[in-house]
T-cell receptor, first 109, second 114 residues
């Protein structure tokens, strides 16, 4: 069974804090993705990575960065969290079929 | 870039009825159209997909149709059951040098009334 795990289910942070969201997959996938899910907007791609140390911007990369030092791990970084980054964050891995983690619900106060 | 529109945003049906969700896409180069189901508290999970060289695909109670000329595709669920209640997302993509990033629709919340 493919497994994508995310480090936290819920997070509460203060404005201006640096936030790390971690994602780990166990299927040796080359591609990994970070999405943001908001009501009425669906899933929007923030960044994706197709290989270790490689990254590409998605549709809404502003305010975010990513790190992929190992094939199985893909981190999303909010350098200085803002209230408009309050959202559900979903990590996925895979090729044509993407396998999603359970999501991290982030609240920025 | 690609833009995917999905309708309706909410859909309520009686158990045993059929449900239809429709999506349109903008990029004629898109060639892969998956549908994902998201249950409460979980990440989306692929339920069916279709490629641009196929007009229809079925898997038990679910089917997907694709009209490339009109650039729209639909999900059909027959004999709905309460466990079909979830949020459904359509998506579109084109392969770019082996990297396939999906563009998702805004989602449809389906509620099946027992």
């Amino acid at each position: 069974d493919v497994k994508v795990t995310q480090s936290s289910r819920y997070l509460v942070k203060r404005t201006g804090e640096k936030v790390f969201l971690e994602c780990v997959q166990d299927m040796d996938h080359e591609n990994m993705f970070w999405y943001r899910q908001d009501p009425g907007l669906g899933l929007r791609l923030i960044y994706f990575s197709y290989d270790v140390k490689m990254k590409e911007k998605g549709d809404i990369p502003e305010g975010y960065s990513v790190s992929r030092e190992k094939k199985e791990r893909f981190s999303l970084i909010l350098e200085s969290a803002s209230t408009n980054q309050t959202s559900m964050y979903l990590c996925a891995s895979g090729g044509e079929t993407q396998y999603f983690g359970p999501g991290t619900r982030l609240l920025v106060l | 870039g690609e833009n995917v529109e999905q309708h309706p945003s909410t859909l309520s049906v009686q158990e045993g009825d059929s449900a239809v969700i429709k999506c349109t896409y903008s990029d004629s180069a898109s060639n892969y159209f998956p549908w994902y189901k998201q249950e409460l508290g979980k990440g989306p999970q692929l339920i069916i997909d279709i490629r641009s060289n196929v007009g229809e695909k079925k898997d038990q109670r679910i089917a997907v149709t694709l009209n490339k000329t009109a650039k729209h595709f639909s999900l059909h669920i027959t004999e709905t059951q309460p466990e079909d209640s979830a949020v459904y997302f359509c998506a579109a993509s084109k392969e770019d040098t082996g990297r396939r990033a999906l563009t998702f629709g805004s989602g449809t919340r389906l509620q099946v009334q027992p």
